[in-house]
């Protein structure tokens, strides 16, 4: 009943009658005939982290399928942005043989990473409709020098084809960009696209940088993807519909998160005041707790947030000015972390960070915070989007609703203190050392909030070593040099980026001179308000280590 929308030539190939499948490395292509609408749906950057990459559904699958749309999922291995010459060539092999040509309507459809690409690749099928929710335009670093997120995906190679989405609009018939203007970095982006002939903003304030989980809370998601398909939704009909989104739990959430980034506590405060007796058993009052204690904090640091929740679920929080973790641990002043990649010298810093007074910085231990934050974002991923009612016994997500997210992260964080780390009763400072958090790429400063937010007042030590000495280390035999190098320019960046925006509770440290000066780490006392014992400092660089 669209087909006047998207008028084609008479004579066209075929439209595909058979499934297919093609693995490109980091990517693969799986198609699912229907109709003679095609659907490219391509993958958001959070999909590689948290869902498996063998068997994953294409993005929207469900819903597609429900409307009997023929269906081409872009599945990404990893968050490279699609800056791959080799889905590159698979996609223009499939617009050379006919296939986008082949159908009487395409949309290009996809979130963040996914809704960049859609945009992006609209010229492989010209007269295209592009979904966008919460794209980014580009991660070009020269059209984009704002742009502080996506550090993986800022590395990849911008000078590929189809990387500026606000130019691939303009071989679309239109395009629909969702997203929360209250974003900055995203509405920035939006306002890239320029073009109102070409290009309908809709703006869903609260929503963050994932509009479309907010949609799908509220019950519209199905309803506004289907109006944008029939290219029948304008801003005025989008913004009625957006009045019903205090109705979900994400609004409160994101909002009250918002307060919080600008040091807005009482506001925060409010907002999940607000909102509890509706979402009872949500992380808002974990949200809460952390406003609180933020604003109680002289420094404003909600890293020192201390939350005390009883196990029967109370909404009633009881705020203290000392941590969790000082009922176990009386004495405990912070939690130190040495922050690094393989060979950098960090056992050598471990041993010197420990000649402060009680003191015990445990070794290497996998990456053990790394799955317990995957395991506690699931649990809220699972309550936030389906925790919002009660589900019935016979529902496939029953009891969604009575997920604590915050209670069963805190639990494990317990757990790993009490058997991983294993401090002494008395220790003033406890913590633990890792050099496996290459693999997180974008995830990396998420995992240290995670951190801040559930050990007390954490002090991230971030260690960096000259990537020449690093790379000559036989510890990365199996591994290329130019690999090595990204890593260590990558890892450096991160660091980098994270202790610029957080200097109260983080520290650079460098191998080239802390292992030649006493002094190099006196930066690190003096944060403390430690006294300082160089004779000590000196005893540590002459022990040879015997690993």
């Given at each position: 009943?669209?087909?006047?929308?998207?008028?084609?030539?008479?004579?066209?190939?075929?439209?595909?009658?058979?499934?297919?499948?093609?693995?490109?490395?980091?990517?693969?292509?799986?198609?699912?005939?229907?109709?003679?609408?095609?659907?490219?749906?391509?993958?958001?950057?959070?999909?590689?982290?948290?869902?498996?990459?063998?068997?994953?559904?294409?993005?929207?699958?469900?819903?597609?399928?429900?409307?009997?749309?023929?269906?081409?999922?872009?599945?990404?291995?990893?968050?490279?942005?699609?800056?791959?010459?080799?889905?590159?060539?698979?996609?223009?092999?499939?617009?050379?043989?006919?296939?986008?040509?082949?159908?009487?309507?395409?949309?290009?459809?996809?979130?963040?990473?996914?809704?960049?690409?859609?945009?992006?690749?609209?010229?492989?099928?010209?007269?295209?409709?592009?979904?966008?929710?919460?794209?980014?335009?580009?991660?070009?670093?020269?059209?984009?020098?704002?742009e502080w997120r996506y550090s993986e995906g800022k590395a990849q190679d911008w000078s590929l084809?189809?990387?500026?989405?606000?130019?691939?609009?303009?071989?679309?018939?239109?395009?629909?960009?969702?997203?929360?203007?209250?974003?900055?970095?995203?509405?920035?982006?939006?306002?890239?696209?320029?073009?109102?002939?070409?290009?309908?903003?809709?703006?869903?304030?609260?929503?963050?940088?994932?509009?479309?989980?907010?949609?799908?809370?509220?019950?519209?998601?199905?309803?506004?993807?289907?109006?944008?398909?029939?290219?029948?939704?304008?801003?005025?009909?989008?913004?009625?519909?957006?009045?019903?989104?205090?109705?979900?739990?994400?609004?409160?959430?994101?909002?009250?998160?918002?307060?919080?980034?600008?040091?807005?506590?009482?506001?925060?405060?409010?907002?999940?005041?607000?909102?509890?007796?509706?979402?009872?058993?949500?992380?808002?009052?974990?949200?809460?707790?952390?406003?609180?204690?933020?604003?109680?904090?002289?420094?404003?640091?909600?890293?020192?947030?201390?939350?005390?929740?009883?196990?029967?679920?109370?909404?009633?929080?009881?705020?203290?000015?000392?941590?969790?973790?000082?009922?176990?641990?009386?004495?405990?002043?912070?939690?130190?972390?040495?922050?690094?990649?393989?060979?950098?010298?960090?056992?050598?810093?471990?041993?010197?960070?420990?000649?402060?007074?009680?003191?015990?910085?445990?070794?290497?231990?996998?990456?053990?915070?790394?799955?317990?934050?995957?395991?506690?974002?699931?649990?809220?991923?699972?309550?936030?989007?389906?925790?919002?009612?009660?589900?019935?016994?016979?529902?496939?997500?029953?009891?969604?609703?009575?997920?604590?997210?915050?209670?069963?992260?805190?639990?494990?964080?317990?757990?790993?203190?009490?058997?991983?780390?294993?401090?002494?009763?008395?220790?003033?400072?406890?913590?633990?050392?890792?050099?496996?958090?290459?693999?997180?790429?974008?995830?990396?400063?998420?995992?240290?909030?995670?951190?801040?937010?559930?050990?007390?007042?954490?002090?991230?030590?971030?260690?960096?070593?000259?990537?020449?000495?690093?790379?000559?280390?036989?510890?990365?035999?199996?591994?290329?040099?130019?690999?090595?190098?990204?890593?260590?320019?990558?890892?450096?960046?991160?660091?980098?980026?994270?202790?610029?925006?957080?200097?109260?509770?983080?520290?650079?440290?460098?191998?080239?001179?802390?292992?030649?000066?006493?002094n190099a780490i006196k930066p690190l006392f003096d944060m403390l308000q430690e006294p300082f014992?160089?004779?000590?400092?000196?005893?540590?660089?002459?022990?040879?280590?015997?690993?």
């Open positions: 009943m669209f087909r006047h929308l998207f008028q084609r030539k008479a004579k066209r190939t075929p439209r595909p009658q058979e499934a297919f499948v093609r693995e490109l490395g980091d990517h693969r292509l799986q198609f699912e005939p229907g109709n003679e609408t095609l659907i490219v749906s391509f993958d958001n950057a959070a999909r590689p982290a948290q869902e498996p990459y063998i068997g994953r559904p294409t993005w929207g699958d469900k819903f597609y399928r429900s409307e009997g749309f023929s269906i081409l999922g872009v599945i990404a291995r990893r968050a490279i942005w699609y800056r791959d010459p080799k889905i590159i060539e698979a996609l223009e092999s499939l617009r050379d043989g006919g296939f986008f040509a082949s159908f009487d309507r395409v949309i290009m459809s996809g979130g963040s990473m996914g809704g960049f690409a859609a945009a992006a690749f609209a010229p492989l099928a010209p007269n295209s409709l592009v979904i966008a929710f919460s794209p980014q335009s580009t991660l070009d670093a020269k059209k984009v020098p704002w084809p189809y990387s500026e989405a606000a130019e691939g609009v303009a071989y679309a018939r239109h395009c629909y960009v969702v997203y929360d203007g209250l974003d900055r970095p995203d509405r920035r982006h939006a306002r890239r696209f320029g073009n109102p002939a070409k290009t309908t903003h809709l703006n869903l304030p609260g929503g963050g940088h994932g509009v479309s989980p907010l949609l799908s809370q509220m019950g519209l998601l199905k309803v506004t993807t289907q109006k944008m398909i029939e290219m029948s939704l304008d801003k005025s009909e989008f913004q009625i519909l957006a009045r019903n989104r205090k109705a979900a739990v994400q609004y409160h959430r994101v909002m009250a998160n918002h307060a919080i980034k600008r040091k807005k506590f009482a506001c925060a405060q409010q907002i999940c005041d607000a909102a509890l007796p509706k979402f009872p058993l949500s992380d808002l009052a974990s949200i809460k707790a952390k406003a609180m204690a933020a604003r109680s904090d002289a420094g404003g640091n909600a890293a020192t947030a201390a939350i005390s929740q009883s196990n029967t679920g109370n909404t009633g929080m009881t705020i203290s000015n000392t941590h969790r973790l000082n009922a176990r641990f009386p004495a405990l002043k912070r939690n130190i972390f040495i922050v690094t990649y393989g060979r950098t010298g960090s056992t050598l810093l471990q041993s010197l960070v420990q000649t402060l007074p009680d003191c015990t910085i445990r070794g290497e231990n996998h990456n053990v915070i790394e799955t317990i934050w995957n395991a506690a974002m699931r649990a809220r991923m699972t309550r936030g989007t389906w925790g919002n009612e009660e589900r019935k016994s016979n529902h496939p997500w029953f009891g969604a609703e009575n997920i604590r997210p915050a209670l069963f992260a805190a639990g494990m964080i317990d757990s790993m203190i009490d058997n991983v780390i294993t401090p002494p009763r008395n220790a003033k400072y406890f913590g633990f050392k890792e050099i496996r958090y290459n693999a997180l790429g974008d995830r990396f400063p998420d995992l240290l909030d995670f951190m801040r937010f559930h050990f007390k007042d954490p002090i991230f030590i971030f260690n960096t070593r000259n990537i020449e000495d690093v790379a000559k280390s036989a510890w990365w035999k199996d591994w290329k040099l130019q690999d090595v190098e990204k890593l260590v320019r990558d890892m450096d960046q991160r660091f980098s980026e994270y202790h610029d925006r957080h200097k109260e509770c983080s520290i650079m440290m460098s191998y080239e001179r802390f292992s030649q000066d006493p014992d160089q004779q000590k400092i000196a005893d540590v660089l002459t022990t040879r280590l015997t690993h």
